[in-house]
């Protein structure tokens, strides 16, 4: 049978577990009772950060397993017929939309070196249509920011939300700098977040 604490040493646990001692003259059977609840919420709390300890160490567990299954976001891309059918139906999906992420990262160099060119050849003329390279600097930056999730193990679901988040930011925080090419960039920005939000909910 556990011997029952003095007043002394309930005193001292009060403070240990509050950082301060119990207020006024209260005897030790009045502490303890304290001491006894405030030890059952410490044990709780230490088992909520245990299990939420565990449900992270799981999903990154689950995150590094789809991460070496998929390999880069060009292999998954490249997947075809029957490769891509012993896929289950999210990394099927996801296969369709990194062919479509792919696609915009191989298209962008010659895009933009073609824009230079013509920016040597006749500037006037090239910056009068210049807002095509607004959009396919957009769909690259967000092409490059899914490429990086992928890789890197994200579900369909954190994908997913992702997308929405950031769709949602820059519906909800428009541009508004003083600069007209910032604020049309940062618009293409949210427009090619929201084609990949929408792309991502077309399961």
């Known amino acids: 049978m556990t011997k029952p604490m003095t007043l002394d040493q309930a005193r001292a646990r009060f403070k240990e577990l509050t950082g301060k001692p119990p207020h006024g003259k209260r005897g030790a059977p009045s502490i303890i009772a304290?001491?006894?609840?405030?030890e059952e919420k410490q044990a709780a709390r230490e088992a909520e950060r245990e299990a939420e300890q565990a449900k992270r160490a799981a999903e990154q567990s689950?995150?590094?397993?789809?991460?070496a299954a998929r390999g880069?976001?060009?292999?998954?891309?490249?997947?075809?017929?029957a490769e891509r059918d012993q896929l289950d139906d999210d990394e099927q999906f996801l296969a369709f939309v990194a062919k479509r992420m792919q696609g915009r990262l191989d298209g962008f160099s010659e895009t933009i070196e073609a824009f230079v060119e013509s920016l040597r050849s006749?500037?006037?003329?090239?910056l009068k249509w210049s807002s095509g390279i607004?959009?396919?600097t957009a769909e690259h930056q967000i092409a490059e920011q899914f490429r990086h999730a992928f890789e890197e193990g994200a579900s369909l679901d954190q994908l997913r939300d992702?997308?929405?988040r950031n769709t949602i930011r820059a519906a909800r925080y428009p541009a508004s700098s003083t600069s007209a090419q910032s604020n049309e960039l940062e618009g293409a920005i949210g427009a090619a977040w929201a084609d990949l939000s929408e792309r991502l909910a077309a399961i």
Do not use: C, K, Q
Not at 34 to 38: K, T
């Open 162 to 164: 992702m997308a929405l």
């Open 62 to 67: 689950a995150r590094d397993a789809r991460a």
């Open 72 to 81: 880069s976001l060009r292999a998954a891309a490249d997947l075809r017929g």
């Open 34 to 38: 304290e001491i006894e609840v405030l």
């Open 134 to 136: 607004f959009t396919l």
């Open 122 to 126: 006749d500037p006037a003329h090239a």
